[in-house]
């Protein structure tokens, strides 16, 4: 019973090196999200999606991109990576019964130097 | 001004006690609300939400909603360390692209000490 769980855990990375999160959810949900949670910022919305092969911006989508290929998985990719966006990512998910409870990962903590 | 308002604390409180946790807005078209805890270097976990305005009760915790005040609070009676933890309000209006889009607030970090 894994819920949401995100790969990796942790990460440091050079300015300008690209690399991709991954989340992964086992409850047939058919929402998923990606935040971004920075001290005194609370969580804000990066891009989500509706259902597999839709996606969509939220608040903060600059220096993002995103796919959601398979309904299961939703893929943050950063392409020339800022210090910036060093801070923790979350994914999360939820089904079309209950949109409003989302299920979160336990986050990526992610530096760039 | 940010559309969510939350103290960051750190609040700190005996184990036993009433515990009130609060969240102002500035947007009339919130209906949900909704309050999360989230433990250190861990996601956050949703505890309640609720439509509109009243309150809503789930074993120790009591959410409450004054939507002509823009007022938003958790109530934990009986508070016990295991409480200890950070706890996110995050509001949403009605669907925008077939989802909800919760703002979330910066989070209240409570300490029950024993």
């Known amino acids: 019973n894994a819920g949401v769980t995100q790969t990796p855990k942790f990460r440091v990375l050079k300015t300008g090196q690209s690399m991709t999160l991954l989340c992964a959810q086992d409850m047939n949900h058919e929402y998923m999200y990606w935040y971004r949670q920075d001290p005194g910022m609370g969580l804000r919305l990066i891009h989500y999606?509706?259902?597999?092969?839709?996606?969509a911006k939220g608040e903060v989508p600059d220096g993002y991109n995103v796919s959601r290929l398979k309904k299961q998985n939703f893929l943050l990719g950063l392409e020339s990576a800022a210090p910036s966006q060093t801070s923790v990512y979350f994914c999360?998910?939820?089904?079309?019964?209950?949109?409003?409870?989302?299920?979160f990962g336990d986050g990526t903590r992610l530096s760039i130097l | 001004q940010k559309e969510v308002e939350q103290d960051p604390g750190p609040l700190s409180v005996p184990e036993g006690a009433i515990v009130s946790l609060n969240c102002t807005y500035s947007?009339?078209?919130?209906?949900?609300f909704m309050w999360y805890r989230q433990y250190s270097r861990k996601g956050p976990e949703l505890l309640m939400y609720t439509y509109s305005s009243g309150n809503k009760e789930d074993g120790r915790f009591t959410a409450q909603v004054d939507k002509s005040s823009k007022y938003i609070s958790l109530f934990i009676r009986d508070s016990q360390p295991s409480d200890s933890a950070t706890y996110l309000c995050?509001?949403?209006?009605?669907?925008?692209?077939?989802?909800?889009?919760?703002?979330f607030g910066r989070g209240t970090s409570l300490i029950v000490h024993p």
């Open positions: 995050a509001m949403s209006g009605e669907p925008s692209g077939g989802s909800y889009i919760p703002t």
């Open positions: 999360a998910s939820s089904s079309s019964r209950d949109r409003m409870a989302q299920h």
């Open positions: 947007n009339s078209a919130f209906q949900y």
């Open positions: 999606s509706v259902g597999e092969g839709t996606t």
